[in-house]
């Protein structure tokens, strides 16, 4: 009996069911102690290995996504921003627009909850298997800029095109030469209808001229990402600010 619980450990540890071998011994006690038939018993176990996977799958998909801090919905404090409707945030939590390739456009001052709002449905999307990616708008088009330097671009491009969900935070903060503006609105248009994107942004829509140095591009890029989009406009105070 020994032999054989040892062997089985062993050989669930090179199956690489590590969670299995960790309960083996606990489960089959409380199997004996409860009479339960094989396959009850074996289902505790297949039920544990899923379990452990799917808690590994999403920490490493949430290491991977690049999020500057880890924030949830259920985090935010809506009663202090009243101008976010609360409604339109559970729909959104859905995740029905990832399943439809729709946008989330959030716009407002500093410090109001737009990254809070990208992050905390980032890591909705994250628990609900997909795959998510967060950068800077400036950050994103010099790492395109780079990569292209070192003839990566294809490579690099996909690391902002293959995940079902980009978080685009901080448009607007540092304007964009039209080289810059140009790797923008190529990573926008191969997304277009294609994956989601939430973009975040302190400018309004009519200052994005000056932000991609150039009208016509703005509009273009203006035109694709607001095609299929909720967009959200933060009027407030800033979070930061409120115990000053
Ligand atoms: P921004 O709009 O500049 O992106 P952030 O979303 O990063 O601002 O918010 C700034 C900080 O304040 C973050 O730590 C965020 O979690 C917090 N914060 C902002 N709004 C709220 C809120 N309504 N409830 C709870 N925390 C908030
Ligand atoms: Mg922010």
Not at 25 to 43: I, M, N, Q, R
Not at 123 to 151: D, N, P
Request: hydrophobic content about 45%; glycine content about 6%.
């Amino acid at each position: 009996m020994n032999l054989n619980y040892e062997m089985l450990f062993e050989n669930l540890k090179k199956l690489e069911v590590t969670r299995m071998a960790e309960v083996l011994s606990s489960a089959a006690e409380d199997a004996a102690a409860k009479e339960a038939s094989y396959t009850e018993f074996l289902a505790v176990l297949v039920d544990a290995e899923l379990i452990a996977r799917k808690e590994r799958s999403i920490t490493m998909r949430t290491r991977l996504a690049g999020l500057p801090y880890l924030k949830t919905i259920e985090d935010f404090d809506f009663a202090f921003q009243p101008s976010i409707d609360k409604k339109r945030i559970k729909e959104l939590s859905t995740l029905r627009f990832i399943a439809n390739g729709e946008n989330l456009v959030i716009t407002g001052p500093p410090g109001v909850g737009k990254s809070h709002i990208a992050i905390g449905l980032g890591l909705k999307a994250i628990a609900a298997g997909h795959r998510v990616y967060f950068t800077t708008a400036t950050g994103m088009v010099s790492s395109l800029i780079k990569a292209f330097q070192e003839s990566k671009f294809e490579h690099r491009m996909k690391t902002y095109t293959s995940p079902a969900l980009l978080i685009i935070d901080e448009v607007g903060y540092l304007p964009l030469d039209r080289t810059g503006a140009n790797l923008f609105f190529q990573l926008i248009s191969r997304r277009y209808e294609k994956g989601s994107i939430i973009l975040t942004s302190n400018k309004s829509f009519t200052e994005w001229g000056e932000v991609f140095s150039d009208t016509v591009l703005a509009s273009a890029i203006l035109d694709r990402l607001l095609h299929h989009a909720t967009t959200i406009n933060i009027k407030g105070e800033s979070y930061r600010l409120k115990e000053i």
